[in-house]
T-cell receptor, first 114, second 115 residues
Framework: KAGVTQTPRYLIKTRGQQVTLSCSPISGHRSVSWYQQTPGQGLQFLFEYFSETQRNKGNFPGRFSGRQFSNSRSEMNVSTLELGDSALYLC?????????????FGPGTRLTVL | DQQVKQNSPSLSVQEGRISILNCDYTNSMFDYFLWYKKYPAEGPTFLISISSIKDKNEDGRFTVFLNKSAKHLSLHIVPSQPGDSAVYFCAASAISSGSARQLTFGSGTQLTVLP
């Protein structure tokens, strides 16, 4: 079974621009979560989507948004990019089966904001 | 407020010996715990997990121990191999809203296994 895939793997943008990242979950997984990893803050939860609905949201500004499509693929959008948005953005998918739910991660998208 | 803490940023171990990685948590609502391994420029890879109703789970060279009263879990790797060198993240899961679950991660421990 194919793993979680993320595109693109690397992105370079300038301040003020916007960016869209894509995530394809493992087949059969209906939940997709997004995380930001930075050297100083570790892995921080952004939001989770299940059946095309945002179920959960972390403590990030409204510039960070996402959506999920009917095939469970998800996109994350960051508008008005700031230098501090440079990070590795990770997507994880799961079966969303309750307590024993395990999230499986993609390789990430490395975003650099200049 | 860090709800999941990995107090050792790094650990070095000789090949063949035991590696013990530690993790402490503060939120008593956490009921499922996971360990992930991460290489640079890659996403975290799931290693092993444990439910709060158990105190030990074993998978090959990896064993996770959970001490609920101390709010402490540890990952034992025996024997350690050079390929185990990576950053190890501890994560804890709880219901956050409705039926949604959220993973909270520790800051990671860099394990280096010396040949």
């Amino acid at each position: 079974k194919a793993g979680v895939t993320q595109t693109p793997r690397y992105l370079i943008k300038t301040r003020g621009q916007q960016v869209t990242l894509s995530c394809s979950p493992i087949s059969g997984h209906r939940s997709v979560s997004w995380y930001q990893q930075t050297p100083g803050q570790g892995l921080q939860f952004l939001f989770e989507y299940f059946s095309e609905t945002q179920r959960n949201k972390g403590n990030f500004p409204g510039r960070f948004s996402g959506r999920q499509f009917s095939n469970s693929r998800s996109e994350m959008n960051v508008s008005t990019l700031e230098l501090g948005d440079s990070a590795l953005y990770l997507c994880a998918s799961s079966l969303a089966r309750g307590r024993g739910d395990t999230q499986y991660f993609g390789p990430g998208t490395r975003l650099t904001v200049l | 407020d860090q709800q999941v803490k990995q107090n050792s940023p790094s650990l070095s171990v000789q090949e063949g010996r035991i590696s013990i990685l530690n993790c402490d948590y503060t939120n008593s609502m956490f009921d499922y715990f996971l360990w992930y391994k991460k290489y640079p420029a890659e996403g975290p890879t799931f290693l092993i997990s444990i439910s709060s109703i158990k105190d030990k789970n074993e998978d090959g060279r990896f064993t996770v121990f959970l001490n609920k009263s101390a709010k402490h879990l540890s990952l034992h790797i025996v024997p350690s191999q050079p390929g185990d060198s990576a950053v190890y993240f501890c994560a804890a899961s709880a219901i956050s809203s409705g039926s949604a679950r959220q993973l909270t991660f520790g800051s990671g421990t860099q394990l280096t296994v010396l040949p």
